[in-house]
Nanobody, 122 residues
């Protein structure tokens, strides 16, 4: 089992920045790829970014490319999502997830956090 706890969400004005954290406990965190997903009100959950267990490979949704950066610190068992140039359409609950496979389809992730809310005001 891997337990994931997100933090860092909040209210920010458009153009601002936030850094989300995902703290892991349980089984060896460094064995897992990590992903960030989000779900806006009334919409389905969608992929945001993913990072391999080593941190060498990353992938982003087109909607966040160039604005968001995913990273991880395996020694601290924590993953991060740095979000810059935030837009109102980035408003959502953000979830981190872990899986043994890099860039796995969303439905195949094994472990999920409870989510952290991000609200971007215009």
């Amino acid at each position: 089992q891997v337990q994931l706890v997100e933090s860092g969400g909040g209210l920010v004005q458009a153009g601002g920045s936030l850094r989300l954290s995902c703290a892991a406990s349980g089984r060896t965190y460094s064995n897992y790829a990590m992903g960030w997903f989000r779900q806006a009100p009334g919409k389905e959950r969608e992929f945001v970014a993913t990072i391999s267990w080593s941190g060498r490979r990353t992938s982003y949704a087109d909607s966040v490319k160039g604005r968001f950066t995913i990273s991880r610190d395996n020694a601290k068992r924590t993953g991060y999502l740095q979000m810059n140039s935030l837009k109102p359409e980035d408003t959502a609950v953000y979830y981190c997830a872990a899986d043994t496979v890099y860039n796995a389809p969303m439905g195949e992730y094994d472990y999920w956090g409870q989510g952290t809310r991000v609200t971007v005001s215009s």
